[in-house]
T-cell receptor, first 114, second 112 residues
Framework: DTAVSQTPKYLVTQMGNDKSIKCEQNLGHDTMYWYKQDSKKFLKIMFS???????INETVPNRFSPKSPDKAHLNLHINSLELGDSAVYFC?????????????FGSGTQLSVL | QKEVEQNSGPLSVPEGAIASLNCTYS??????FFWYRQYSGKSPELIMS????GDKEDGRFTAQLNKASQYVSLLIRDSQPSDSATYLCAVNEAGTASKLTFGTGTRLQVTL
């Protein structure tokens, strides 16, 4: 039983396309996140949702739109993909929102924009 | 811009030695500090957390925190080849619940 699962694992697409990444957690956590890890391994938060409510929205192009239909799911839709969007995208969850909360990461989605 | 700095490495240590990984951070208000381990091609996993000055030990791992110097470190005793990975330091931003700033990680290689 995978705690935080995201699909697809690999995504190869052309510039200008629109794509989505899905994430689900079965841990009963209240808070979910999207992180982006670039080629230099720098891991940076993009969004965070707590009980379906957006609580963190970093300086991310508005081509990126998260959506949380319920607290167990957080999807990421990307419009008009650009070369610079190529990275590994990690979904994560934590028990609740708060300082010191342990993050549980999904296995990542490697996005390659050609 | 809050920053978390780590030496990218690779840090090479022989099997059985102590590996020392260091991290400095810029946000004086940070309260929570974490070490995540990331194997190549895998996702990060939490191995240590520390919240107050001093040392915290868990098995072969010891985290050390010095808030005055804005410095956190991770010691791995009796290093094993299976410890070879990238170690990410993460620090919460003061006043922002759940927001962690990660360093770029230190790649550790444990040699036989």
């Amino acid at each position: 039983d995978t705690a935080v699962s995201q699909t697809p694992k690999y995504l190869v697409t052309q510039m200008g396309n629109d794509k989505s990444i899905k994430c689900e957690q079965n841990l009963g956590h209240d808070t979910m996140y999207w992180y982006k890890q670039d080629s230099k391994k720098f891991l940076k938060i993009m969004f965070s949702y707590n009980n379906k409510e957006l609580i963190i929205n970093e300086t991310v192009p508005n081509r990126f739109s998260p959506k949380s239909p319920d607290k167990a799911h957080l999807n990421l839709h990307i419009n008009s993909l650009e070369l610079g969007d190529s990275a590994v995208y990690f979904c994560a969850s934590s028990h609740r929102q708060g300082v010191g909360e342990k993050l549980f990461f999904g296995s990542g989605t490697q996005l390659s924009v050609l | 811009q809050k920053e978390v700095e780590q030496n990218s490495g690779p840090l090479s240590v022989p099997e059985g030695a102590i590996a020392s990984l260091n991290c400095t951070y810029s946000d004086r208000g940070s309260q929570s500090f974490f070490w995540y381990r990331q194997y190549s091609g895998k996702s990060p996993e939490l191995i240590m957390s520390i919240y107050s000055n001093g040392d915290k030990e868990d098995g072969r791992f010891t985290a050390q925190l010095n808030k005055a110097s804005q410095y956190v470190s991770l010691l791995i005793r009796d290093s094993q080849p299976s410890d070879s990975a990238t170690y990410l330091c993460a620090v919460n931003e003061a006043g922002t619940a759940s927001k962690l700033t990660f360093g770029t990680g230190t790649r550790l290689q444990v040699t036989l």
